[in-house]
């Protein structure tokens, strides 16, 4: 969940018997009525549950609302990295963030996830190895470079 103002999104989430990638938001201040935003499955990121989301208030990112990893259909964690935009119509769509130096963050889902300026800091969760400690991941939106610090 996330704010655009005017918007309280929602994306992802389960239906009890499966993960499910749609959005839905409201216009708290306008009917207060939520709306399903349609976008093309194929623009859009898989369907996932326990993920996060943060909204990106500066740089490159500014006004996304980000998420981060998950667990998907298969049960499998996962490590991508979406940005939801808003456009000045009140369009959303999705953009697949870009990666420039070819790490990769950790598989995971159950963390958190929340900027610091344009930083995108991975922290916690869990993936499917018991009792494995995982990395704090950082993402530069305006380098698009991931890095990692170990866990202390």
Not at 18 to 27: A, L, N, R
Not at 107 to 118: C, D, M
Request: charged share 20%.
């Amino acid at each position: 969940m996330g704010y655009l103002k005017p918007y309280l999104i929602i994306h992802g989430g389960n239906t009890g018997s499966e993960p499910v990638g749609d959005i839905w938001k409201i216009d708290i201040f306008g009917t207060a009525t939520w709306e399903k935003v349609n976008i093309a499955p194929e623009q859009s990121p898989p369907a996932r549950v326990y993920h996060s989301a943060s909204i990106c208030r500066t740089g490159t990112a500014s006004g996304m609302m980000v998420i981060f990893g998950g667990r998907g259909s298969d049960q499998i964690p996962l490590n991508d990295t979406w940005g939801l935009r808003k456009h000045r119509d009140g369009r959303l769509d999705w953009m697949k963030a870009p990666s420039r130096n070819n790490k990769q963050p950790a598989e995971r889902y159950q963390h958190r996830s929340l900027f610091v300026g344009t930083l995108l800091l991975i922290i916690g969760g869990r993936n499917n190895t018991v009792g494995e400690s995982l990395p704090l991941d950082i993402y530069d939106t305006d380098t698009s470079d991931w890095y990692r610090l170990n866990n202390i």
